[in-house]
């Protein structure tokens, strides 16, 4: 199936084009993809540049599992939607470049400008980050994945300029599962994958891993005939409306933190 958007393939070219614009990268992650939300693409061709890794979301995660995945020292966890730990990103940026600001210091840029590139996958929230560093509405921001089509400039404070991206994925995922998890999150449309298969593995991944969930719904989920039943009988729903409806509450943690990596 070709679904790689064309918009995508142009937003990774010109991110190529800016990278070395720019002194630092804020790659930012799905904190309950802690994985899955990683382009290998922009991984790569940013490897020469300071990366701080940025896990967002963090109130929908689970952070108990989340700390298994995070290998780099420059990292934070953060939530943009909620404005939680937003101080700590510019204090964060400018103890990782404290050598350059010497450096540009030394050359007669007394208040030299950081210029920072945010780059990550669709829907993981660069826009809604981008408004919570710079205190105002500077970028769009919607719900759906591929929302930021255009490369933008975003001063943050009297010091850093923040470059924000449209989000990229991958052309080929090596892992079938990988597609699913990233669904499931909300950070490709839901159209792609199919319904019904999605929620049959929401179904066993909550059962392997996260099995108290499931009675958020206060119905037998022993088996997933049984949940479905039960489940359609209690709250009047169609096939397709119970997928969807688990599914969106999976996709807002509402039956608690989780992190679809494990």
């Known amino acids: 199936m070709n679904w790689y958007p064309g918009h995508m393939a142009k937003a990774l070219r010109e991110i190529k084009e800016h990278m070395n614009k720019v002194d630092i990268i804020y790659l930012l992650l799905d904190a309950r993809l802690p994985l899955s939300s990683i382009n290998p693409i922009i991984k790569d061709i940013a490897s020469h540049k300071p990366m701080l890794y940025l896990y967002n979301k963090s109130t929908l995660a689970d952070l108990n599992k989340l700390s298994a995945f995070i290998e780099d020292e420059n990292y934070l966890i953060i939530d943009a939607l909620k404005r939680e730990n937003m101080r700590q990103i510019p204090l964060k940026t400018k103890e990782m470049l404290v050598d350059l600001i010497q450096k540009k210091q030394q050359q007669g840029y007394k208040n030299y400008t950081i210029k920072a590139m945010i780059v990550g996958i669709p829907n993981v929230g660069k826009s809604t980050l981008a408004n919570a560093l710079s205190k105002r509405k500077s970028a769009s921001t919607d719900a759906k994945p591929g929302h930021t089509r255009a490369l933008q400039w975003i001063k943050i404070d009297q010091q850093i300029q923040l470059l924000d991206t449209p989000g990229v994925l991958w052309p080929k995922f090596e892992d079938p599962l990988t597609m699913k998890r990233l669904a499931l999150a909300g950070s490709i449309k839901e159209e792609i994958v ?35 039943t039960n489940l359609q009988e209690r709250r009047n729903l169609t096939l397709d409306g119970l997928y969807t409806l688990v599914l969106n509450d999976i996709k807002l943690s509402k039956l608690g933190g989780i992190c679809f990596d494990l």
């Open 194 to 228: 199919n319904k019904e298969a999605l929620f049959t593995y929401a179904y066993h991944y909550l059962d392997r891993h996260y099995k108290d969930y499931l009675s958020y719904y206060d119905v037998p989920y022993d088996t997933l005939e049984t949940f479905i």
